[in-house]
């Protein structure tokens, strides 16, 4: 029997800014462990927390874009709880006064726009991050007080795909609104992820599993399809009641999910308003500050692409997925390139070449004032599509301006006199293809085009050269 997934995440995403949320340690990537700390994030006696101006104002960002509705205060809770990566025995965060609830946005899966419900939004600082070793563990504190937003959305997904897509809407959304990075090699998205089944006629939702700090969106994907088929197939065999309310862990290595502890009521964490941040009112007049900072979203990229520029729903798709993409993508429109052809140029060459040696397009070398070389260079005639995309290779391997191999030399032929002379005399030493042609074998067509693009070294103008020889074939066609 096929069941029926609910599932639900709780997504973290690490916020940019210059200090921490409650420190002035440097908010940063590093592989130097404890590099950037200070007193507060290793929780010494004496030490108090002073609120990121900044943080607040891109989580409110946040809870806007979304949909959600905005506290009239802000203030933040402690929760409690022991761990080693979490020194003072607490974790600052927000409970009963989120910085947003009820929202909703729109996404798109397999052809279908499906909505998704918010539960809430929050601002916290996040823990430091252990490094295990053989036998032993140690404590790095550059993560201690990074700003982290919590979002947690109600079980609104039934599938593997509908969780990625929306993992992936949300990583836009977030480099949209120019709050943070979303680079999952950084650890700066991770998920947890709650998974249950039932059947279509149930009423009530099954045991639910929880699995924590799933730190890629493939993670995710394999994480659920994983974690439905073992429990369907524990109901399947009758042995329902052995899906009990846990915690797993992801592991990449045996492809499964593996138990870390029980769950069977929720952890009383004895939530209590934070005693050192005092409350502050939030303003009608910032929120609208804030409101007008927020760009125009993906989905609204989207179809403007599609609509305005005729890209197809898969280019467009491609484009909106990484604010970088976008940014390219605008700038080359904004030099007056054509809209289709810098869309294929992006989503299949470039994204091509940086996908495979790991580059990041921000750093890439043909930039879009350098791709319009090479497009007008089409456009212009002086090189066809296939010269275009060795000068593109050329030019990012040796990293030359696109113009210097843009030549007289290698200037494609566009002179109808001349290729008429070149193909006049292949046809002359053609006669037998010519007949076989007359005979049926249309797929000889391509041979005489091989024949002027040999003799003109890949110069020929590909479309003039088929029309003079169409012309050519039809004239010997009718005698």
Request: charged share 30%; aromatic share 10%.
């Amino acid at each position: 029997m096929k069941y029926k997934a609910v599932i639900g995440l709780e997504m973290h995403c690490e916020l940019k800014s210059n200090s921490k949320v409650f420190s002035s340690a440097k908010n940063g990537y590093s592989t130097i462990p404890n590099e950037f700390v200070r007193p507060l994030d290793m929780a010494f006696p004496g030490t108090l927390p002073v609120v990121n101006k900044k943080c607040v104002k891109d989580a409110l960002k946040m809870s806007i874009a979304l949909g959600c509705t905005q506290p009239e205060y802000m203030y933040f809770d402690r929760k409690n709880y022991y761990y080693p990566d979490l020194p003072k025995g607490y974790q600052i965060t927000q409970m009963a006064c989120p910085v947003g609830v009820n929202g909703k946005i729109d996404i798109e899966c397999d052809g279908k726009t499906i909505p998704v419900y918010i539960h809430d939004i929050h601002l916290e600082e996040d823990a430091a991050s252990l490094d295990h070793y053989f036998n032993t563990s140690c404590i790095d504190y550059n993560r201690s007080g990074v700003p982290l937003l919590e979002l947690v959305t109600e079980p609104c997904f039934s599938s593997a795909s509908e969780a990625v897509a929306f993992l992936e809407t949300m990583r836009s959304i977030y480099q949209f609104c120019d709050v943070s990075e979303g680079d999952t090699k950084k650890g700066q998205i991770r998920c947890d992820v709650n998974v249950s089944i039932m059947e279509e006629t149930d009423q009530e939702y099954g045991t639910r599993v929880e699995i924590k700090n799933v730190n890629s969106f493939g993670g995710v994907y394999d994480a659920i399809n994983y974690e439905i088929k073992r429990q369907s197939e524990l109901k399947s065999l009758g042995r329902y009641e052995e899906v009990e309310q846990e915690t797993r862990r992801w592991d990449e290595e045996s492809q499964t999910t593996i138990h870390m502890r029980s769950k069977v009521d929720a952890i009383d964490y004895k939530y209590f308003v934070e005693p050192n941040i005092p409350k502050y009112k939030i303003t009608k007049e910032w929120l609208e500050e804030i409101k007008k900072e927020i760009p125009e979203l993906p989905l609204e990229c989207k179809h403007k692409y599609m609509e305005k520029y005729g890209l197809s729903d898969y280019d467009a798709s491609v484009i909106i997925k990484d604010k970088s993409y976008v940014d390219y993508y605008e700038k080359c429109l904004s030099l007056n390139m054509d809209a289709k052809q810098a869309s294929n140029w992006l989503t299949t060459q470039i994204l091509g070449k940086i996908n495979h040696e790991e580059l990041s397009l921000n750093d890439f070398f043909l930039t879009p004032e350098r791709l319009k070389q090479i497009t007008d260079a089409i456009e212009n005639k002086l090189i066809s599509s296939k010269q275009a995309k060795e000068i593109f290779m050329k030019s990012c391997e040796e990293k030359k301006e696109p113009k210097e191999y843009i030549t007289s030399e290698n200037a494609q032929m566009n002179d109808e006199s001349k290729l008429n002379e070149i193909i006049a005399s292949i046809m002359e030493r053609s006669a037998v293809q010519i007949e076989q042609y007359k005979n049926g074998k249309t797929n000889l067509f391509d041979y005489f085009v091989g024949q002027v693009m040999k003799e003109t070294k890949g110069k020929a103008n590909p479309v003039v050269t088929k029309e003079i020889i169409t012309q050519y074939l039809n004239e010997e066609i009718k005698k």
